[in-house]
């Protein structure tokens, strides 16, 4: 069996999967943009379900889309009881806003003695019955407008050109309105526009080519975070398990476990993820990193095509206890479960322990090495992070995971012979008696040296003391209710662009939009979740901006930047987060004020 090297070769990250192009991510900002203006033009808030047709309908055509009523029962059926934002999202993207040759369709009903005119007292009933209501006098100044050869009717060219003017009207005020009521509620103190003198101990702050300060109070959230409630009935669904854990690659990014599920039929799911403590009972499960908070963890479900995540399909948002919960319908295909924490508490140890715990100890007699009782401990903590089923034992998957992650190589067929003929195994499978004798071998095997052996605790996230304190790991829980399903664990790795853009995407999606003053195509979004908020800053323009994000007037926040006082550079047509703030007591309120501040 190949020993492990005590230089390791960095894990290789796992490559990015379908870039997508700053095009594309232009185009997605502004179809959320989109999506939002049309929803909270019919509802208050995007958490507002869609409870009838009549309101899918309305809502559709506040953002351009005319579907007549076939194709609207093809998403509001009689089993429907309500559409959530998401759902409404969903089918923005799926049918387009209406086209030329939709418009020639519907004049040709509105026209019933075919002449190819359409007179003013047929309109006034089409263009007042749905939709952004306007008065008679609002409607007949729009006909004038488009009547250009005044003979008070419209021919084909005229109609279609006030209908698609209308829409754009319909649209304006729609942002208008979301304009003015986010203003009430956020009720943010105007900056007075001065230029910042540049101090003359300043660094890469000090030139200042514009300068626009926008300061925004996001509404306490309550002390009590909400929870999740699940389903009644959650014992007779089918349930899989896997366990996983976070953590810190050679290269400094976090990477994690990752699943694939695999569903055969359609079914609503209810998933929880939770930090668990190695060894722990369930009533134990919280894990916190050196004796600190719990480690924050959510879950991202994106589809999968070709083996690669793609789009995303939903996030957890709630909590149940002290387990992240998600519920939703998912439709026959494969899926990428992609676990995620924002790391706010989850952070590289600042310093390393003084005191080094002893490892092994050497038999006088017999002149062997034996593994001292804190190893063992710690032998323990590492065989139950690498049992992803949980059944006490190492499968040969799981020993290649673990393999892999504490020497960079796979366990061959030769180093799994070896295994088999050396070790105590249970079903084909290593035990945990195997997996300590597996470790005192390599104590001996180097005469003591213990670089191998500290290569391996450090690669599994343990400092010099033997404690915890770089790695997290999480349970995994799927209840299906109509449905069984093949969850697969895949090897730890990095989220990359498909686990970014899914977390920019949620934010974009459910977040409160402000525009930064000072630059146009520089929009900032806000979400506040239950368990955390997130500033994303798109940047549409040409140019690359460096925009200072201080939220240090928070209160009781944490944030996984160094410092709430943060600067970030948002290159030219890209997306990037700017802050995830976590509260630093969950047992006391929390608020997020942040100031942001264009420096170049």
């Not at 939002?36 to 889309?65: C, M, N, W």
């Not at 940047?539 to 926040?557: E, F, G, I």
Request: aromatic share 8%; charged share 30%; net charge negative.
């Amino acid at each position: 069996m190949s020993s492990r090297k005590s230089s390791r070769s960095s894990i290789g990250s796992h490559k990015s999967h379908g870039s997508i192009t700053d095009s594309h991510r232009s185009k997605e900002a502004e179809f959320f943009t989109e999506c939002r203006v049309a929803y909270l033009a019919v509802f208050d808030k995007t958490t507002d379900p869609i409870t009838s047709k009549e309101d899918l309908s309305l809502v559709l055509h506040q953002a351009g889309r005319n579907l007549p009523n076939k194709a609207l029962n093809k998403y509001w059926t009689h089993e429907t009881d309500s559409l959530s934002y998401d759902d409404f999202c969903h089918i923005m993207k799926k049918e387009k806003p209406t086209s030329r040759d939709d418009l020639m369709k519907a004049f040709k009903k509105i026209d019933i003695n075919g002449d190819g005119y359409i007179t003013h007292d047929e309109l006034y009933k089409v263009l007042t019955e749905r939709g952004e209501k306007m008065t008679k006098a609002e409607v007949r100044a729009m006909i004038d407008e488009a009547d250009d050869d005044g003979d008070r009717r419209l021919d084909y060219n005229e109609f279609c050109n006030m209908l698609l003017s209308t829409a754009d009207k319909v649209m304006t005020a729609s942002k208008d309105k979301v304009e003015k009521t986010s203003a009430k509620t956020k009720k943010t103190p105007k900056p007075s526009p001065r230029l910042r003198r540049p101090a003359e101990d300043s660094d890469a702050d000090s030139v200042v080519s514009r300068s626009s300060k926008v300061s925004t109070s996001l509404q306490p959230i309550s002390k009590s975070i909400s929870k999740s409630h699940e389903p009644t009935n959650l014992k007779n669904w089918h349930h899989y398990h896997k366990k996983g854990a976070f953590y810190f690659d050679d290269d400094g990014p976090i990477i994690s476990h990752q699943y694939t599920l695999d569903v055969h039929s359609a079914t609503s799911v209810w998933i929880t993820i939770q930090p668990i403590k190695p060894n722990a009972d369930d009533d134990e499960s919280m894990s916190s990193i050196g004796g600190s908070k719990p480690i924050d963890t959510a879950l991202y479900i994106l589809k999968e095509e070709h083996g690669e995540p793609t789009s995303l399909v939903a996030f957890s948002e709630t909590r149940h206890n002290q387990k992240y919960t998600l519920q939703c319908d998912l439709r026959s295909g494969t899926y990428r479960l992609i676990p995620f924490t924002t790391g706010c508490r989850f952070k590289r140890r600042r310093s390393h322990s003084v005191k080094e715990a002893h490892l092994v100890k050497k038999d006088k007699d017999s002149d062997e090495y034996h593994l001292t009782k804190h190893f063992r401990i710690a032998l323990s903590d590492v065989f139950d992070m690498i049992d992803l089923d949980g059944n006490g034992t190492l499968s040969r998957e799981e020993f290649d995971f673990f393999q892999l992650r504490t020497s960079g190589e796979h366990c061959d067929d030769d180093a799994w012979e070896v295994v088999e003929e050396n070790f105590e195994l249970k079903n084909g499978e290593i035990t945990k008696k195997g997996f300590n004798d597996l470790h005192q071998m390599e104590a001996n095997d180097n005469d003591g040296d213990l670089d191998d052996l500290w290569t391996t605790l450090s690669s599994m996230g343990f400092n010099k003391d033997l404690t915890l304190d770089e790695a997290c790991p999480f349970k995994l829980d799927v209840y299906t209710e109509n449905s069984k399903v093949k969850l697969k664990v895949l090897e730890s790795q990095e989220g990359g662009t498909a686990l970014r853009d899914a977390v920019n995407e949620s934010v974009m999606k459910n977040g409160e939009i402000s525009r930064v003053k000072g630059m146009k195509d520089l929009t900032m979004y806000t979400y506040t979740g239950d368990v955390r908020a997130s500033i994303v800053l798109d940047n549409k323009s040409h140019s690359d901006v460096k925009v200072r994000l201080d939220c240090s007037h928070s209160k009781n926040c944490v944030s996984n930047r160094d410092h709430l006082d943060h600067t970030i550079d948002v290159r030219a047509r890209n997306t990037r987060v700017g802050h995830h703030l976590l509260p630093s007591n969950e047992r006391l309120e929390w608020s997020v004020k942040c100031t942001e501040t264009i420096l170049k």
